[in-house]
C-alpha cells in the first residue's frame, strides 16, 4: 500500500499542510450528501466493465463486492479519511485496505475523476429536483384545497398595497397556485436536461476503453448521454446554473406568497393567521404571537437571491477547459435542503392557516374599490365614453371622501352633480342603485371573463388547474418509479456479478 493517501504522491511527493486544510478538506462537508450518487455512479460503471470484457470478471467481482460494502455502509457509517475532500481518493484508500492494491487501482480504468464526479452531481441533482418536485406537488395541492374552500371570501385586492379591485381568497390562492404549476414546469424541463449520463468522458476526450457508456446511463436510470466526451465533465456546467436558476425561482414564489400572509397576519390587517404551532414568542413581551414559519421563508428565499450569482460567478469566467466550480465551496446540498424546507413549511402554514372571513368582508368594500364598476356601468347605462366616465366617477369620490361619507353612505345626487361638471347631466340614479353597484359582493359576480373573480370562474380555474397538477403529479409517480427500478436493477446486477467471484 502507498504511504500517502492523495494521488499526487508519485509526480508531486508530500502534499503541503495549507493545501490540505484550505483547498483538499474543505470539501469533505459535501460528500456525505453526494454520497449516493458517487456509489451507484461506481457500481454501474464496474458492472459495465465486466459486461463489455474491459475488467476481468473475478477482479469485478472483487470489487464490486467491496463497492456494495460501501453502499451499504452509506454517508453515516463510511469511515472518511478526515484529510481529503476527494470521493475518488476515498474510495480506492477503503477499497485497498480491504481489497489489496492491485483490485483497488482498477476502479478507475477508463474514466476520470472529470466524468466521475460530474456523474455524482448529475445524479445528486436529479434525485434533488424530483425531492422538490415532490414538495411543491404537495403545497400546490394544499393551495389549491384551500382556494376552492374560500372562492368566495370576499377580500380587498391590492395595486401599490392600496385598496384597488375586490377579489376573493380563493382568487389569491389561484394565482399562487398558478405560479406554483409553472415552478413545477421549469422543474420537470430542468430534470431532462440534468438527467443524462455522462461517464465515458474521461478526462475531456473520451477514452480508448471499449466501454458502453449508453449500458452506464441505463444502470443508472438516466433518459441519455451527454454525447460530446467533453461537454459531459466537470467544465462550466450549465445545467446546474439552471438547476439553481429553478429553485431560486421557486425561492422567490415563496418569498412573495409568505410576505404577503405575514403582511396580512398582523393586527392591523387581521385577515388570517398562522396555527400555534408554527409561530412563536418574545422572550419579554408575553402576548406575542410571531409568524415564524412565514418569516423563515421571507428570509431564506431573500438569500435565494444571490444563489444563481454564486454559481455563475463562479462559472462565467473560467477558460472552456477550467474546472473552477470543483474547487469553490457547493452550495447545492444548502441549496436544496432550504428549498425543501421552506416548501413544507409553507405547506404547513397555508394547510393551517385560520381565515378571518368577517375581517376580509368588512374591508372589501370600504375604501372605494368598486369604483371601477360605477364607471363601467356609467358608460353601460349611459353611453357615456370610459374615460369620461372615468372622471365623473374620480370627482364622485373626491366629493364624497371629502363630505364624511362611505361607499355605504353615497349618495346619488353627488354623483349626478359631479356628472354635471363634465357635462353629462343625463347620470341618474337611486341612492340604492348607486350603493347596489358599489358593492363589494355584486362587484364579484359582475365579473364574467375566464379567470376573474367571480367565485364561479374560481372554481372552474380550480378544477382546470387540479387536472394539470395531476398530470404532473402522474409524471412524477412515473419517474420515481422509474428511476427507482432502474436503481434496484443495478445493484441487483452488482450483486450477481460479485457473486461469480
Known sequence: MKQDVFLEEARLGKRSDAIIRYDEMPHLATLPARFRGFSLTDLAHVVMLAETGVLRRDRAAKLLGGLIEVHELGPARFPFLPQTGSYLVQIEHFLETKLGADIAGRIQTGRSRNDQDASADRIFLRDLLLEVIADTLAL?????????????????GYTHLQHAQPWTFGHYLMRQASILERDLQRLRQCYARTNLGVLGGAANAGTSWPLDRRRTAALLGHDGIVVNSSDGGLFARDYLEEGTANLALLMGN??????????????EFGYVEIADNLAGTSSI???????????????????????????????????????????????????GETTKGALRLMAESVGGLIVREERMAANAGAFWSTASHLADELVRRFDLPFRAAHHVVGKFVKDTIDAGRTPGTARAADLLAAAREFGAPSVAMTDDELRRVLDARAFLESRVTEGSVNPARVREHAEALTKTVAEHAAWYRGEQARVETAIAALLARARALATEG
Open 285 to 335: 413581551m408575553p402576548q406575542k404571537k410571531n409568524p415564524h414559519a412565514l418569516e423563515r421563508v421571507k428570509a431564506v428565499a431573500g438569500q435565494a437571491v444571490g444563489w444563481l450569482a454564486s454559481m455563475m460567478g463562479c462559472q462565467r469566467g473560467v477558460c472552456s477547459t477550467d474546472l473552477d466550480f470543483e474547487f469553490a465551496d457547493n452550495p447545492l446540498p444548502l441549496i
Open 254 to 267: 415563496l418569498g412573495r406568497f409568505a410576505t404577503d400572509l405575514y403582511l396580512w397576519s398582523s393586527w
Open 140 to 156: 400546490t395541492g394544499t393551495v389549491l384545497r384551500r382556494a376552492r374552500e374560500h372562492a368566495a371570501t370576499v377580500m380587498p
